[in-house]
């Protein structure tokens, strides 16, 4: 995410958080990066310098006034005015970072060769909690390729439990023995 991504979302979240609107607007935001990214022309579109900025202006009202919240169309327009509509993922990236910040929501990724059981899931959530001390969203992923165990990214951070793991650290213990 740039610099400019990160004021531009940050500043709509501080303008949704005052209004009290900064958990409405998070999936709407979501929702319309997601369009974005399924729809590369239409981001194109609104960068065109071929067509003038109060034109893709109107190509966003059209598109999604009424759709999401006024706040959004008002914002993509900003961002056409300042010619930063690429920057909208980073723009959400941003908004969504500061809003578990001040919800203390922390983002938890597990990878796991199958799928977890509800049981699994539920106590996975527990743990975390307790660990973190914060509200967990978990987010599964599953890869059979780590064979076995869990690999857990939050924060920055990775902690890799899984047997791939432990056979990639065996693998390279067995290279560096000298004989």
């Not at 399924?38 to 065109?48: C, F, G, H, Q, T």
């Amino acid at each position: 995410m740039t610099d400019r991504a990160r004021v531009y979302g940050l500043a709509l979240y501080e303008l949704a958080r005052e209004e009290g609107l900064g958990e409405a607007l998070l999936p709407q935001l979501e929702g319309c990066d997601r369009l974005f990214a399924e729809n590369p022309d239409y981001v194109r579109l609104l960068s065109a310098p071929s067509l003038s900025k109060e034109e893709r202006r109107e190509t966003v009202g059209k598109a999604l006034d009424g759709r999401v919240h006024t706040y959004i169309v008002s914002f993509l327009k900003l961002l056409i005015d300042r010619d930063a509509v690429r920057e909208f993922p980073g723009c959400v990236r941003a908004y969504r970072e500061r809003y578990y910040e001040d919800n203390g929501i922390l983002e938890v990724t597990a990878t796991t060769a199958a799928a977890l059981s509800e049981a699994v899931r539920a106590r996975l959530l527990t743990r975390l909690g307790t660990v973190f001390g914060k509200k967990i969203l978990l987010v599964t992923r599953v890869d059979p390729s780590v064979l076995g165990g869990m690999r857990l990214e939050c924060a920055g951070k990775r902690y890799d439990g899984t047997v791939r793991d432990r056979l990639d650290r065996i693998e390279k213990g067995l290279r560096d023995t000298v004989l």
